[in-house]
């Protein structure tokens, strides 16, 4: 049972708590750039030594400062840093083969899906979608199911798609996701679309990962691990609250402290609980 926790929790309070359940793990993390959430995520959670972080970033050398951070202050932590542009499926395929072919990480506890664009202007990808749809939701589902076979490997699995509470402003556009190719484009409601969709493939993870690959009955203690939904909420540096505090604090939440399906969101007043399945 997680701890109860609110607007005042500190990251560093549910690492110390979630520790037993952060060592020695492998946690692959999409969108680190430095000040980014997921900067603050690795920052947080190296304290409780995982034992590798797979840092995937388009940019490298712009994640240069992050790496030499964990370096110094964690060298016995492991770090492989992945090129990952999410515009691109074929760039998609090329860093899960990547990850794939590195035979010292046969497993992947953690799977973080946090990058992210928010309403920007229209753009049509390579692939021919609008940008917010592919970057935030269908890259990663790509992604994450390229890599499955590792994360299946792991011995209790944990997806996290990083959503948020814009999710209620956008309904997926099942017939036109890309807006009639721009013409009716909204920003906003194409964030909200893609939101919503990271909050989907959570749910549809879990349920087809627990029905049809993980024995539903001998298994379950992993099934129940093996998908989590994270909504940081209206997060940055609002209503007092800062990044090192409840935005950290419910992911760190929603990756190791609740069993099954969390549906976590963070209010105004904090992170809270708003929907479970499982234990
Ligand atoms: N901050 C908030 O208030 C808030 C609230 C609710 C939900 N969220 C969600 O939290 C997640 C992280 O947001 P953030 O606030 O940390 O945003 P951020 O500071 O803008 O960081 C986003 C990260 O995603 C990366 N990224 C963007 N496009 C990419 C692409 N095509 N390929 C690979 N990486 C790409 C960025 O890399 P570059 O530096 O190279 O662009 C950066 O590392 C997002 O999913 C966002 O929707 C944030």
């Known amino acids: 049972?997680?701890?109860?926790y609110?607007?005042?929790?500190?990251?560093s309070e549910?690492?110390?708590h979630y520790a037993p359940l952060i060592r020695g793990k492998t946690i692959f993390i999409t969108g680190v750039s430095p000040g980014s959430l997921g900067h603050g995520f690795v920052k947080q959670v190296a304290a409780a030594k995982p034992a590798i972080f797979i840092l995937a970033s388009r940019s490298i050398p712009k994640m240069q400062s992050v790496i030499d951070e964990l370096h110094t202050a964690h060298p016995d932590i492991k770090v492989k840093p992945l090129a990952l542009n999410l515009l691109s499926f074929a760039e998609v395929?090329?860093?899960a083969e990547t990850v794939n072919s590195w035979a010292d990480v046969p497993n992947i506890d953690v799977l973080v899906t946090n990058a992210g664009i928010m309403a920007v202007p229209y753009h049509q990808t390579e692939d021919g979608i609008e940008s917010q749809f592919q970057t935030n939701h269908l890259s990663h589902f790509l992604l994450a199911n390229l890599v499955m076979d590792k994360i299946l490997a792991s011995k209790s699995p944990r997806i996290v798609a990083v959503s948020s509470d814009v999710h209620r402003v956008?309904?997926?556009r099942w017939t036109d996701p890309s807006f009639n190719n721009g013409k009716d484009y909204q920003r906003w409601l194409a964030y909200g679309q893609s939101k919503t969709a990271n909050s989907l493939m959570a749910v549809a993870l879990a349920e087809k990962i627990v029905a049809s690959v993980l024995d539903n009955k001998s298994n379950v203690g992993v099934a129940r691990e093996v998908?989590?939904?994270?909504?940081l909420g209206n997060g940055r540096d609002v209503h007092g609250v800062t990044r090192e505090a409840a935005d950290i604090a419910c992911a760190i939440v929603a990756v190791l402290g609740h069993a099954g399906l969390s549906l976590v969101e963070r209010g105004h007043d904090g992170g809270r609980v708003i929907g479970a399945v499982g234990n």
């Open 1 to 4: 049972m997680a701890p109860s």
């Open 6 to 11: 609110n607007r005042d929790t500190k990251a």
């Open 14 to 16: 549910l690492v110390s």
């Open 93 to 95: 395929r090329k860093a």
């Open 170 to 172: 956008g309904h997926i």
């Open 227 to 231: 998908d989590s939904q994270l909504d």
